[in-house]
């Protein structure tokens, strides 16, 4: 499979806490995304980082990427109760492909 | 702007019928494509436009065919239903790298 691999699969923390999630790459890349799925939803686009950026901001999210280790985090700070989503990576131009996701559930 | 759209949002057929999901976008975006969605899983593409007229095969096209007569509209079309096809399918409209997702369609083959 090309996917690339996310984790944790599942993460559980506390309102107002940050979470981090990881995203782990085979092939080179000229861009990485991330989107959001709400339970039963389709997928929204958060934020997009380029092969030639290192970090890149949106609000309360910040997405890193190092290219010579093939991987990508996303970090969503003061969590809220409408952050419980799962979160995808995604590459690639004509031919998305997704990572499986990771399941953040936020705690009141 | 309605989005992306598609229906019908849930269907259950049986082995061996055949469908067509709708999928229909107001954008005027020239890239469109299909998604499937497995349980705990990430979106896996199955086949993808460029514009009108232009279709190409992504990673699971087997058992799935799609034209694309207009813009607006790209219907996925499932030709003998197998068990294995039971999952969310998604249509999603691009522009420059955004993709823009409708809200699904769930399928269940019996």
């Known amino acids: 499979s090309q996917q690339g691999e996310e984790d944790p699969q599942a993460l559980s923390i506390q309102e107002g806490e940050n979470a981090t999630m990881n995203c782990s790459y085979k092939t080179s890349i000229n861009n990485l995304q991330w989107y959001r799925q709400n339970s039963g939803r389709g997928l929204v686009h958060l934020i997009l980082i380029r092969s030639n950026e290192r970090e890149k901001h949106s609000g309360r999210l910040r997405v890193t990427l190092d290219t010579s280790k093939k991987s990508s985090s996303l970090l969503i700070t003061a969590s809220r109760a409408a952050d419980t989503a799962s979160y995808f990576c995604?590459?690639?131009?004509?031919?998305?492909?997704f990572g499986q996701g990771t399941r953040l559930t936020i705690n009141p | 702007n309605a989005g992306v759209t598609q229906t019908p949002k849930f269907q259950v057929l049986k082995t061996g019928q055949s469908m067509t999901l709708q999928c229909a976008q107001d954008m005027n975006h020239e890239y469109m494509s299909w998604y499937r969605q497995d349980p705990g899983m990430g979106l896996r593409l199955i086949h993808y436009?460029?514009?009108?007229?232009?279709?190409d095969q992504g990673e699971v096209p087997n058992g799935y065919n799609v034209s694309r007569s207009t813009t607006e509209d790209f219907p996925l079309r499932l030709l003998s239903a197998a068990p294995s096809q039971t999952s969310v399918y998604f249509c999603?409209?691009?522009?420059?790298?955004?993709?823009?997702f409708g809200p699904g369609t769930r399928l269940t083959v019996l």
């Open positions: 995604a590459r690639g131009a004509q031919k998305l492909v």
């Open positions: 999603a409209s691009r522009r420059t790298d955004t993709q823009y």
């Open positions: 436009s460029v514009g009108a007229g232009i279709t």
